[in-house]
């Protein structure tokens, strides 16, 4: 016969199974709330990608608008095409080259959600990064050589800079900060685009001996639209940056960095209209549309630093940044029909430079990081431009570019009345 | 030599250690859970305030197609200001009037999620107040006068009337009832609009004797464009309004929300597009949109309490409501290009009132609290403009009214063509 | 005098309150995780709902977009109307037919959300199913006509035909697999639209002899903005349809099903475009958005079982049969001035079938699912139009018809410069 357990030890082998239990229970708990975080996390971060993908909309209705209504399915096309290359080349190459992911995303696996939520939060800002370039070549660049341009921004170019950033390379261990992109999307989508505009030549007839003729565009309630789909889609650009929710911390940078988001939009818009109008004697549209984007770029480097009337006034100097840029690369003689060089190139690098003067980022670091970006975003489009001018040209024939890209390189019209010949009230013809 | 502990307390000194580590575990987790429903409140606010913001575009596009084509431009440098305003006086000053927060939204801290998404959430709310008011005023009134009554609107008037009920003031201790706003943003929007059309007058030309001369807005897909808009951005709108998403109450009462949302809507939708039928032989698609919206404001009192068929009801008188209204005021000779005053000014009230019929709120405080929002509204803004018709004048010389405010406020015309000489068939004109 | 307690009781009893405590609050903790996760999954779904309602506008802009510019307004009542429609009748009958729920939704519950939320859910399925044949039948079919078949299809016909898979009925039970509705919703649409089509006949002057007249769109940027609405609505239409969110598990399969909707809609856009250039030997706009929308529908019966390389491929063969698809339903001299027979119905067919192929599902019964979906979609609603044309007529006058539905059916054009006559430079008529 076995001695009974002393009652101590009965108690406590009779208490054990419970506190087990209860702990077993909890561990069971703490998998299943880690698992709605991580459940959480990744809904956010997707939806945070939807919001982005309303900037492509965005940028094409706005590029539309302030082009030739000849032009106008040339740009949707370019829009949809780097989507669609975006889409393909950045998730075959680019997204390995920039985080060395394995190729295809195949396998990929994120810490806080699934590689591919990770991916898509990503390939729409290396979409982003092409889609710049588009309206500032817009009207004269052959189809074809956009088309190898945007294969080889999203799959090499873009990733190749933002590794030096995002993927852990030099400039991030060197302490440079850019929270969203003003250079590593922003910069470097406007330095492109300088390099594209340099190598394909303005547009006939926009600069006259030293005179700069208007081309206005054709369709002002567009861009109105696309801008106010940036401004919309820029809330999960900046907030989705944070690239996790879930925690108190995260949710308070979010807010915050939405906050400051809307602020430094405000500003840049508040700015570019009055200094229009003192500069034109009237408030301008489109300088105030370019004054919102000018402003949101501002802030992308540093929405959880830049604080609060320091967010406004970053926006504001990105305001008159934009403002100045337009007309000084006017004078240069670069013909940029949308001001994407201005808005996303100089302010890109205003508002990297401003984390290191309101933010608290080393002023150093960020000069020489945004020039980098800059520089060599630069270089290379233009670089790639010039040897596909060498190969297969690049720019249309003039008389392709007075009848309109729509035509020459589509076989197509934006606007059409063919059937509405017994209608003659349609469109303003018959007013 | 200690005497050795009794067995009893020998066992609890052994189970205690492991008690109190599951205790604290859970401590440890209770606090996790409670991050991550701040965190998840957080997102879903900001998802929201997103969602209302696509009302901005909604309403620019409502109001830019209402609108010649002459006074484009002007809509939307308006509907941008009024954005770009309202982020910034209701960031400084309104926020602080209506909630008594700090001035600047520092500190602030809401109790469910940051104080910063609170401000954004609210903050398009008051947008929306102010630029309900400016379709009604589109086509004659100076763009200066109009950033006044903007920065006035959104720091003073719509902050003091908001303070009444959703600031704790003295409607809301009365029992009063608006859920979302039918009272608050829309009844207030909308009699600001009409105090604002009577201090400025009607368009040149629009009333001729006894005969009303139609005006047809002059470009219909943009507003048809701009009212899906608007009812996508109201789910945001009223599903938001619950401001607490993270416990199944609330859950319930969102999906449940979203659902009379969008059973109102149809119910107005359907009401004005047969009551048009009726009265004009033909269904009308502008008063479609406007019933639409007016379904929408017939529920944002109560979208909560007014359940199923009854929102449906709801928002079908709101439908013949607007209509008739819509009537009603061009024989008053008050005109409104976009029928705002109606929309928002008259429906708002049924909105309000209707909680009291379908809704179980007092009918008598209902009908106060919506006629004081009203009155003073309308009182507030109409001595605004006449002050302000004194002081500057808020009236476009009538050269500039039949020119258009496009190239007499901005310099600018909506839509051209002028680089597109020789392709003849654009835009109609070579048909 | 009780005896004391045995010492090892003493101790069970000081602490089992404790342990009990414990326990209780991780009752009470586990109710509040589970309703955390229930509040999550319904914001989810509710956000998911309002993605897809961004189709709406989609499919209004696109469709508007493609007919001539005397049938923008009449194409715009129509979506109006679809969405109001299903609304109502979705409500009231179609989702207690589809789904065994209440009449009225009156009381349903769904499991992991509310019932409203799933609902909604649905509704804007069945609201699409619909508006897919409100293009394919434009420009000539009276407006009274199309309403009566909105409200048999949204009452009737979907809810009917949707029961057969998501209504648990015999495609369910054979194993056919349709994840968010490539046959369910985009087939039966299709061929529903084919129904419609030969029963209102091409529109005049649109074959003449084997001659295809082309009749082209008014508006491409409209259409343009279309599907780029469309293309973000999708991910909410797939990546919803996954229909719970909040487990591991749920949130890699969303991340999985959005990455594959977006590698298929590339493909197909990719596809379509170099295969018209191909054709037409220029890259075409029009076939390109056809391109995109094939692709999404080409994965969206398999977006969670067709990886990678093989959702590009579905979607790149998509993009081939839809173009080779309009071409033949034009010689067979079926007139679809949007191509939605061929995107949605044809296109909805190979979805379905790809499924077999690449995605594990039965082939054999994917294709006889499939067959049964357009079969009886297009019998039912060619019958239900051929009704209404011995009953009532279905087709408008030719005078009508070359007038333009917007001034025969709602009395209104879409552009006017009416209040204009002094501005003669605008929309193009100056120049």
């Known amino acids: 016969m076995r001695a009974p357990l002393a009652p101590w030890l009965r108690t406590t082998v009779t208490l054990l199974p419970l506190a087990f239990g209860v702990a077993l229970a909890q561990g069971v708990e703490s998998a299943e709330l880690a698992e709605l975080a991580y459940a959480f996390d990744t809904f956010a971060l997707l939806m945070c990608a939807v919001l982005v993908l309303h900037m492509k909309p965005g940028f094409a209705l ?3 608008g302030l082009h030739g209504s000849k032009n106008a399915i040339n740009i949707f096309m370019k829009n949809y095409a780097t989507l669609a290359i975006a889409g393909l080349a950045f998730w075959a190459v680019g997204f ?8 295809f995303v195949a396998g990929y696996e994120a810490e806080a959600y699934p590689g591919a939520a990770d991916f898509l939060f990503q390939m729409v ?8 370039v588009s309206g500032t070549i817009g009207g004269r660049m052959k189809f074809p050589a956009y088309l190898i341009f945007a294969v080889v921004m999203t799959a090499l170019i873009y990733p190749f800079l933002g590794s030096w950033h995002w993927g852990g390379g030099w400039l991030s261990e060197m302490g440079f900060y850019d929270f969203a992109g ?7 989508g406007g330095f492109a685009a300088l390099g594209g505009a340099l190598a394909v030549g303005p547009r006939l007839g926009r600069y006259v001996g030293n005179r700069v003729v208007a081309m206005p565009g054709h369709n002002l309630p567009l861009a109105g639209m696309g801008v106010f789909l940036l401004w919309i889609g820029w809330f999960g650009f900046n907030g989705g940056s944070q690239l996790a929710f879930s925690s108190e911390g995260d949710a308070r940078a979010i807010a915050t960095v939405m906050l400051n988001t809307n602020l430094a939009a405000v500003g840049g818009a508040v700015a570019a209209l009055f200094l229009s109008w003192g500069i034109f004697k009237k408030p301008d ?3 105030t549309l370019n004054g919102v984007i000018a402003g949101l770029v501002s802030i992308t480097a540093g929405p959880d630093v830049i604080n609060g009337i320091w967010a406004v006034l970053a926006g504001a100097i990105g305001g008159v940044v934009v403002t100045y840029s337009i007309l000084f690369f006017d004078k240069l003689k670069v013909d940029d029909p949308v001001g994407a060089i201005s ?3 100089t302010v890109g690098i205003w508002g990297t430079v401003a984390v290191g003067i309101f933010g608290g980022a080393n002023l150093g670091v960020q000069v020489l990081g945004t020039l980098a970006y800059a520089g060599v975003a630069f270089v ?7 040897a596909l001018k060498a190969v297969m040209g690049i720019r249309v024939t003039a008389h392709h570019e007075v009848g309109g890209l729509d035509i ?4 197509a019209e934006a606007y059409r009345n063919a059937d509405s010949l017994n209608n003659p009230v349609l469109m303003g013809a018959g007013d």
Request: hydrophobic share 60%; glycine share 6%; aromatic share 12%.
């Open 62 to 64: 706005l590029e539309a």
């Open 96 to 103: 390995s080259i920039m985080y060395g992911a394995p190729l």
């Open 125 to 132: 800002f290396a979409a982003t990064a092409a889609t710049i």
């Open 182 to 188: 003003s250079s590593v999307v922003h910069a470097v």
């Open 285 to 287: 549209f489109s300088m």
């Open 343 to 345: 808005a996303h190139g």
């Open 380 to 386: 290379a489009t233009y670089a790639l431009f010039m």
């Open 408 to 411: 020459a390189e589509h076989g």
